[in-house]
């Protein structure tokens, strides 16, 4: 699939794949709980809630709409900050300009703040994904250049896998 | 007068299997937010236009490509969801990627 939607990686919800065998295109997103096959695969620790925003988060999933001052308090350097797609699917024009003009707010944070900004389909089954070419549509909207999102997304979670499998060597 | 064609992109759309609205009605869907998200002019001049796929639950659309960044965002922010599996200059060359593709495959994943 992820080649059809031109992706090197998909991220996964930790309950879908359990049932998949491991490959190099997918990443497990996984709350804090160990789960067993997160030693052989890929994995990010995401969080959609303050209070439980700690070191171990690697990805903050954030409402644009929410206010954001306790988010500054709290977030710390290179945590990836994720707004999903699927929450403007069901707002009406109006509201998605507003979304817009947050999301674009959420990038500048992340670029002032040392964390990185993370664009999601926020798919629940296969129909919902949305394309490479897509999100490069929506990025260009926003204000933000597709190929210095790809190349930092990149890097960003080289650097997550690297530490991990240092970590997991000593 | 110079005979300028405008150049056009067609996308293979995959939509859900089990919606109750037939491919006219999913494209008016994509037209409509179109139009409210970037206005009636814009969706007019994008010149959407609907081909019939002869594939499953996949619409082939149509768009003027200077408007193409702009239908790619309506779709991805339209409800029902649609995902773009593939995007050419030509209808002919997207029925080969189509069915290039291994559509049963997605269909089994999507359930």
Known sequence: ?170 | MLNHREKRRYLAIMYDDNTILLPFQLHEKIAERFKELFGAINCELAMLKLYDSKFGNILFVGCNLKYLDYLLVSLSMTQPSFTVVSLSGTIKRLRKNVSSLDIRNIKSIAK
């Not at chain 1, 990686?9 to 490959?23: C, E, F, L, Q």
């Not at chain 1, 674009?104 to 964390?115: H, L, P």
Request: hydrophobic share 40%; glycine share 4%; with cysteine.
């Open chain 1, 1 to 170: 699939m992820s080649k059809i939607l031109d992706l090197d990686v998909i991220g996964i919800d930790s309950s879908y794949s359990t049932n998949m065998k491991p490959a190099e295109n997918i990443i497990s997103r996984m709350d804090k709980r160990q789960h067993p096959f997160s030693h052989y695969y890929p994995y990010l620790v995401v969080s959609d809630n303050v209070k439980t925003l700690d070191g171990k988060t690697d990805l903050f999933l954030i409402d644009p709409f929410q206010r954001k001052d306790a988010i500054k308090r709290k977030i710390k350097r290179g945590v990836g900050i994720e707004v999903s797609i699927a929450f403007s699917k069901k707002l009406d024009a109006s509201l998605v300009g507003k979304w817009l003009k947050e999301v674009k707010s959420i990038y500048e944070f992340c670029k002032s703040n040392n964390c990185q900004f993370v664009l999601s389909s926020g798919a629940t089954s296969v129909n919902e994904l949305v394309s490479a070419r897509s999100f490069e549509s929506l990025l260009k909207l926003i204000g933000i250049s597709p190929i210095n999102y790809w190349n930092e997304i990149s890097e960003w979670l080289y650097t997550k896998n690297k530490a991990r499998w240092v970590h997991a060597k000593s």
